[in-house]
Structure formats: structure tokens, C-alpha cells
């Protein structure tokens, strides 16, 4: 933000800065409320993290949304907007718009066709709602007098109410930034340390040179970070370290330092399957009995992971159980994280403890509001994110 501009400014009800999901949606709320209103972007292109998301299909929802899946230093404050503004509320209004979707798994619903549908709808009910978009606006400072002023490239603007909802910095090449930050920060509004979330797991350059071959190689695990839930999806090696849904989820957890938790066999018992295996195939080395329900380059690398050498026979009923145990709770020992350049959200965030969880609204700064991902309210993979999207715009929309 640099000096202010002179000159005119148009006065109106709502400025809103940030044209994604959480945006649109406040925009769109206090615009039926008969509030005049101004969605401010940077980009030339609006809508950019709906466009890619899901794969190109938007998960645009989870019908299980609800606290328990967000990640936050005060997971209470998502309470109430989440109850007030439901996954069924945005269904409706794609439905509405005769949007196909379809439920994939675990409650994540998605475009039929594709993402775009959601920004043609959320453009057709901006315009219906009499809110106006303008792009390319880039801020050039942003005042509090009695008003805010907000000046920027496109035109200056004065409202009593300024919604943020500039998004994170993940993805920085299409847009992204940490405006809502530095804005935060301007207005002593506290910010919790943002990291990278939903983002694979990084190895040592030792870990990389014995699981390089694995590369490509997925299969359904557990990952847990210390303090997170059991997560059970698919696990996938990748050259730099471990993907895949099950660990995005953990990374959300997960600080430098920390262990990270994953069970390769989740709920199988393969202390008995070695055993029993040992009856039937004493020479079978205890790597290629491992391979019995796990791709047999990943049995491999575990295997000496665990230190699991020789044959069945070679290896007593403890030695079995003690490499079962092993391959159940292995620590991959990550070294960090993949940052923003891939990160699907950024955790952490403008620390909710100062805002009012009704209205989105900064209690010390009357008139302020944050929404979206640049809060810190993270949610899981599938659909959660966009959810909250939707439901804290809703809460400061209807708040104006
Ligand atoms: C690859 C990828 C896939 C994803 N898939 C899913 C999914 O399927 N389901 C799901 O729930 N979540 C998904 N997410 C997460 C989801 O996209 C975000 O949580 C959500 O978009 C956040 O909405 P928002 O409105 O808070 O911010 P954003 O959607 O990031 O919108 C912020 C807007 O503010 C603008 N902006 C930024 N800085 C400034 C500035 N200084 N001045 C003016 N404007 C500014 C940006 O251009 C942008 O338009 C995905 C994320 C990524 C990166």
C-alpha cells in the first residue's frame, strides 16, 4: 500500500476486497439486504482457486461439515456460522441454478461439469443482488476516518463497512496473496503465524535416496500428526516425499520437528498374518510375506525400514510382532513441508479471538471484517474449506 490518492471517492454501503468464494458470497448477502455494494479484485480473472479446484469440478461442499473439521487456535468460533449457513443452504442455491453435482466420497459434493458453473452462478447472483464487480483493482491504500476509504487503480471508495476477504498465499502465481495480514497488522488486529496446510510431506535427502524407487507408489494408510485425528485414506511417495489425501490432511497439523504417524497395514492385524504365514511358508523372507496385501516395492522399503531381515522361520513370534507393530506406527520422520506454491489453504490466519464470530466483525475496529481463508479457521480436505468460505461470508453479508 502506497500514498493515498486525492480525489473523488464513490460513497457506498459495503466495500468488499477479495472477489473468491467468501467474497461473492458477502457481497451477494448484504446486497439483498438492499445494501449497495462493491466487490474489489486484483485480478483481471475472477474466481481463480474455485476454477482449478477439485481437479477442474469444484468440491464446492461436504454434507458433514460441521466444527470438528477445522483446524483453529480457538475451534469454537466457527460454531455458529457454520450452524447459521449450511452445506443444504449452498446446495440450494445450486440447485437454484440447476447445477449438476454429484456426492464423490465421504460427503464431498461436486460440479458434474465443471467448476465453472459455480462462478457463473455466483456472478448471476452478485448481479441480481445488485452488487457491482470491478477487477483489475489493485490497492493503493486503504484509510479509517469516519469511513474507510478504499483507493485503488480502478477508483476510489468510501463505506462505513470493509469486508477482507483476500484469501491466503497459497498458489501465489494465480493471484493469491497475504494482503489480509498486512492489513490486519495495520489495524492491530493479532495475526496467527500462517503455514502452508493441506501440502505433501517432505524426506531428507537420505529418506529420498531409500524411497526414491517408491516414487508413484500408492496404498491406503493411516497418517496422524501429533494433536490431529486419525486420518484413513490413500498415501502416495512422490519424489520429494509423501502425499496423497491421508497426509494433506495430517500436514494440517504438523510442525517442523514433529513426528508424523503412519500406519502402512490399517486394520489388518499382521502380527497374526505374519505369524500364520510362518506356519504355512517358513522360508518366505519376512519382506516378501509383508508383500502379501501391500504393493512388494513398498513391503521392501519397509522392511528394511523396520529392520526386518531374513525368512519367517529366522524370526520369533515376539521379532514378528515387534515389525508389525513397526509398520503399524512407522515415523516417517519428515524434514517439512511443501510451501505455497502448492499448498491447497494456508493455516493459521488473522486470530479469530478479535472478531465477533457472529458477524465476522473486528470487536476493537467497528466496521471491519474478515472472512474466508485468511482467518484462522483451516478446514480439512473435501469440501470444508469452501463451506466456510460460504458461511463466514454469509455471517458478515447478513451482518451489514
Ligand atoms: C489447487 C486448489 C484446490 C482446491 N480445491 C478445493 C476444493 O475442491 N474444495 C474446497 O473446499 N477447497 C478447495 N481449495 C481451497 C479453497 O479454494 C479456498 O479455501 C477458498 O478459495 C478460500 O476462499 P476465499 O474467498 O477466502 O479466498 P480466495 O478464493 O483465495 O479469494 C481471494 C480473492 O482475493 C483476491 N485478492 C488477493 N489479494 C488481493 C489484494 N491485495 N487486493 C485485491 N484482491 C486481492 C484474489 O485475487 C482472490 O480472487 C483448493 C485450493 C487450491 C489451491
Not at 506406527?329 to 502448492?342: K, N, Q, T
Request: proline share 5%; hydrophobic share 45%; aromatic share 8%.
Amino acid at each position: 500500500m502506497n500514498a493515498a490518492e486525492p480525489g473523488r471517492a464513490d460513497q457506498v454501503d459495503v466495500v468488499v476486497l477479495g472477489a473468491g468464494a467468501a467474497g461473492f458470497m458477502a457481497a451477494i448477502e448484504a446486497g439483498k439486504r438492499g445494501k449497495s455494494v462493491v466487490l474489489l479484485d486484483h485480478a483481471e480473472t475472477i474466481g481463480e482457486k474455485i476454477r482449478i479446484s477439485g481437479g477442474g469440478r469444484c468440491n464446492f461442499t461436504n454434507v458433514n461439515a460441521g466444527p470438528k473439521n477445522f483446524v483453529s487456535e480457538n475451534p469454537k468460533f466457527c460454531v455458529s456460522a457454520l450452524a447459521r449457513y449450511k452445506p443444504r443452504d449452498f446446495l440450494a442455491m445450486v440447485e437454484k441454478h440447476k447445477i449438476e453435482w454429484y456426492e464423490k466420497t465421504l460427503g464431498q459434493l461436486f460440479c458434474r461439469n465443471s467448476a465453472n458453473d459455480i462462478i457463473e452462478m455466483l456472478l448471476d447472483e452478485l448481479a441480481a443482488s445488485g452488487g457491482l464487480l470491478v477487477t483489475g483493482a489493485d490497492v493503493r491504500d486503504i484509510d479509517k476516518a469516519e469511513d474507510f476509504q478504499v483507493f485503488t487503480t480502478r477508483g476510489n471508495w468510501r463505506a462505513p463497512r470493509l469486508i477482507v476477504a483476500t484469501g491466503g498465499p497459497s498458489i501465489p502465481k494465480i493471484g493469491a496473496s497475504g494482503f489480509a495480514y498486512e492489513l490486519a497488522a495495520r489495524f492491530g488486529v493479532p495475526v496467527v503465524r500462517p503455514r502452508p496446510a493441506l501440502t505433501p510431506f517432505l524426506f531428507s535427502e537420505e529418506m529420498k535416496a531409500r524411497s526414491g524407487k517408491l516414487a508413484g507408489v500408492s496404498t491406503e494408510v493411516t497418517a496422524q500428526a501429533p494433536g490431529s485425528p486419525v486420518f484413513r485414506e490413500a498415501g502416495l511417495f512422490t519424489h520429494r516425499g509423501l502425499s496423497g489425501p491421508a497426509l494433506l490432511q495430517a500436514s494440517s497439523y504438523w510442525r517442523q520437528g514433529q513426528p508424523l504417524t503412519v500406519d502402512f497395514a490399517p486394520g489388518r492385524d499382521l502380527a497374526a498374518e505374519l505369524i500364520a504365514a510362518k506356519s504355512t511358508n517358513p522360508r518366505r523372507e519376512i519382506a516378501t510375506a509383508l508383500g502379501a496385501g501391500l504393493p512388494q516395492r513398498l513391503a521392501g522399503f519397509l522392511a528394511e525400514e523396520v529392520s526386518a531381515w531374513g525368512t519367517l522361520a529366522d524370526a520369533s513370534h515376539a521379532e514378528l510382532r515387534r515389525v508389525a507393530a513397526a509398520i503399524h506406527a512407522l515415523d516417517m520422520r519428515p524434514v517439512g513441508l511443501e510451501g505455497w506454491r502448492i499448498a491447497e489453504v494456508a493455516a493459521g490466519g488473522v486470530d479469530v479471538r478479535a472478531l465477533d464470530s457472529q458477524s465476522m466483525e473486528v470487536r476493537a475496529v467497528p466496521g471491519l471484517h474478515f472472512i474466508g481463508e485468511c482467518l484462522d479457521v483451516t478446514g480439512w480436505l473435501g469440501g470444508y474449506n469452501f463451506q466456510w468460505a460460504w458461511a463466514s461470508g454469509a455471517a458478515a453479508g447478513r451482518a451489514m
